[in-house]
């Protein structure tokens, strides 16, 4: 986010965040349900872990909800590097890690720094500046003013390790 919009977003999207209820996919109020598995609820928790040891500030969330299942807490992390684990790697689970920039030419680089590449959001008002954006980005789907929509008739995949076998493709 930009820095001049950086707190009020953060605050808004922790807000947000608090009001999720976290519950089994049976009960019909819920609207985010566990992890998939003990290996992957351990390996979010330990994402979250490696942020804090790192410096990184948990605004909302940070740990397991509840006591049984594999369910964890909506989390925002702040004060991150671009050269922490919760920045560099794919977590998988329900982390949003912020990171305020100046402009589009600094931000670009620190998304694109990395192994990984699945998808990325771009969130603004000017559309122009927005497509700009979105084709520089090095993800396999980048959403403009929304996240997570999908067509099934699109081709799905990542870049770079994001990537290893899409579309039915080698890893080489």
């Known amino acids: 986010m930009q820095k ?3 707190d009020d977003v953060v ?19 819920s609207q985010m349900g566990p ?10 928790l330990g994402y979250m872990e490696s942020g ?28 991150t590097t671009n050269d922490m684990k919760v920045v560099r790697e794919e977590i998988f689970g329900p982390v949003v890690v912020a990171v305020p920039f100046d402009s589009q030419e600094d931000i670009l680089p620190i998304a694109n720094d990395t192994n990984f590449g ?13 497509h700009r954006t979105a084709k520089r980005l090095r993800a396999g789907t980048v959403w403009i003013n929304t996240y ?3 067509d099934a ?10 990537g290893w076998g899409r579309e039915m493709g080698s890893r080489s």
């Open 4 to 6: 001049q919009v950086f």
């Open 11 to 29: 605050s808004g999207v922790a807000e947000a965040a608090k009001k999720i209820k976290v519950a089994p996919g049976t009960d019909p109020d």
């Open 35 to 44: 992890l998939i598995s003990d290996e992957q609820f351990e390996k979010v």
């Open 52 to 79: 804090r040891s790192d410096g990184a500030e948990a605004v909302v969330g940070g740990g397991r909800e509840g006591d049984r299942g594999y369910f964890v807490q909506p989390t925002i992390l702040t004060n």
């Open 118 to 130: 699945l998808a990325a959001g771009v969130f603004t008002r000017d559309h122009l500046q927005a």
């Open 148 to 150: 997570h929509v999908f």
């Open 153 to 162: 008739a699109m081709p799905f995949g990542g870049y770079k390790e994001s």
